[in-house]
């Protein structure tokens, strides 16, 4: 029952965001087109707005009603096809409704507009918030040094499905410290990306709720890897997890509504604009003359790579590198 | 009540260079003192990001601003406002000039479709806050 909660969660979120999709961007957005206000709320919008909703429907409904009947034992499978199916299909309905508004699409007006400040996003004192993830996985590496003497040379690390450990480890630094590392790293690689975004993109195409929705996402990797970090001194039970697990997708949740509203609220003013002509499959931007790592996406949400930058390649280099290593490093250290 | 920073706008289409669109907005500011001495600028990259041009364009703009002794650019820091004295008068040269770019740019308003009544409400209007 808890096994089935705790992958229903996620996906039920993940499912609901999808339907969300069209109503998160900035209001002077839909389906990823700049439009007048009189169409994105007028008949036009209404009616593209609910095609999308319906097309949409029978699929999240049929992923979730798979999902609460279909075996555990076929989790590996549903679990993802669950989502995965029905996100293909709401990128196909996307399209297709993107493809019927944007005959009313307002021209990229050939104006630019920068405030002379520099301030810079207070993107020192969001940086300092990741101090609480950070100090959470630096309290749990002192207990554990406070107690090294109660640590048994050997404790489990991972159990099967009947509940038996199938997983151990030892009192070694490795072996006690590893997942503190880890979730370390994983932190610090969030820091890394939120650093590297403010920098990179202009402030028009920043949501200026994300460093905080990033934050609580740190703090629940932080406390999940503590959590793991006291194997050797507290077995943690499977449903404090999911009850820790349940709370945190919750305010995780609505922080990011939030963080939607607040975009849409702020962002009402000015978006980005990027050429229409560097835009290749609505999907990729290529273009050498403009200094910007990231730009806002189509859709108006979130920030994708200029790929006319050579900076931009860099960075895509190492955020497909960085989360490989961290994979590596993680067997290397659960392997023992 | 914080003061919002003035902001300055270029158009990618205009026939002027974007060098110098930048320039003459910011001279504006600094003339009409919505930028002060001591205020900080943004830097070359972040003023070029923002507008999405190239980081030379916005540095010719500086260096521009810097020779006429509005800016202070060093090295390793923001571009920073200075007190600027103006010289004590203008040559009768430099004067004519002037006068020749004003009657310019009143053809090209009337070029534009402009009626001469409304440029001579704009020219007032710069001229009474001249005077203020």
Redesign the interface.
């Known amino acids: 029952m808890f096994v089935r909660l705790y992958l229903l969660l996620p996906l039920a979120m993940a499912l609901a965001s999808l339907h969300a999709l069209p109503f998160v961007p900035r209001p002077d957005r839909l389906f990823g087109a700049a439009v007048p206000r009189e169409i994105r709320y007028g008949n036009e919008g209404r009616q593209a707005l609910r095609r999308y909703e319906l097309r949409l429907l029978p699929w999240t409904a049929a992923a979730l009603f798979a999902s609460l009947w279909l075996p555990l034992s076929w989790a590996v499978v549903w679990a993802d096809a669950a989502f995965l199916i029905p996100l293909i299909a709401a990128g196909w309905i996307f399209s297709r409704r993107r493809t019927e508004i944007r005959r009313f699409a307002l021209p990229a007006p050939?104006?630019?507009?920068?405030?002379?400040?520099?301030?810079?996003d207070r993107l020192f004192r969001q940086g300092l918030l990741f101090a609480i993830p950070l100090a959470i996985l630096a309290g749990t590496a002192l207990y554990l040094y406070l107690h090294w003497d109660a640590i048994p040379a050997r404790f489990p690390v991972h159990w099967g499905a009947n509940g038996i450990p199938n997983g151990w480890s030892t009192r070694s630094l490795t072996g006690v410290y590893g997942p503190l590392l880890l979730g370390t790293l994983i932190v610090l690689f969030q820091l890394g990306i939120l650093i590297l975004s403010s920098w990179?993109?202009?402030?028009?195409a920043q949501n200026p709720a994300v460093p905080m929705v990033l934050i609580v996402i740190a703090s629940v990797i932080a406390t999940a890897f503590s959590a793991a970090g006291l194997l050797p001194l507290h077995i943690v039970a499977a449903r404090t997890l999911v009850v820790f697990y349940i709370a945190s997708f919750s305010f995780l949740a609505v922080m990011i509504w939030f963080s939607l509203r607040r975009h849409a609220e702020t962002a009402a003013e000015a978006g980005e604009i990027?050429p229409e002509a560097c835009w290749h499959g609505d999907q990729f931007y290529y273009n050498p003359?403009?200094?910007?790592l990231f730009v806002e996406k189509r859709i108006g949400l979130g920030l994708t790579f200029n790929f006319g930058n050579r900076g931009s390649w860099i960075v895509l280099a190492l955020t497909l590198l960085i989360p490989a290593g961290l994979m590596l490093l993680a067997f290397e250290l659960t392997k023992g | 009540m914080v003061k919002?920073?003035?902001?300055?706008?270029?158009?990618?289409?205009?026939p002027v260079p974007n060098y110098r669109q930048i320039v003459d907005s910011?001279r504006t500011?600094l003339v009409d003192g919505d930028?002060a001495p001591g205020d900080?600028?943004?830097?070359v990259?972040?003023?070029?990001?923002?507008?999405?041009?190239?980081?030379n364009t916005v540095a010719q703009a500086y260096r521009q601003l810097a020779e006429e002794g509005w800016l202070d650019l060093q090295h390793g820091r923001?571009a920073t406002v200075i007190d600027r004295h103006p010289p004590p008068g203008a040559s009768r040269k430099k004067v004519s000039g002037f006068q020749r770019r004003i009657r310019q740019m009143v053809a090209q308003m009337r070029a534009e479709g402009l009626s001469p009544r409304d440029i001579a409400i704009e020219l007032r209007l710069v001229a009474e806050k001249l005077e203020t």
């Open positions: 050939s104006t630019r507009e920068a405030r002379l400040t520099d301030a810079d990179g993109s202009r402030r028009s990027t003359d403009d200094p910007a | 919002r920073a003035p902001a300055i706008r270029i158009d990618l289409d205009s910011m500011h930028l900080l600028l943004p830097s990259r972040r003023l070029a990001l923002e507008l999405g041009i190239t980081f923001r």
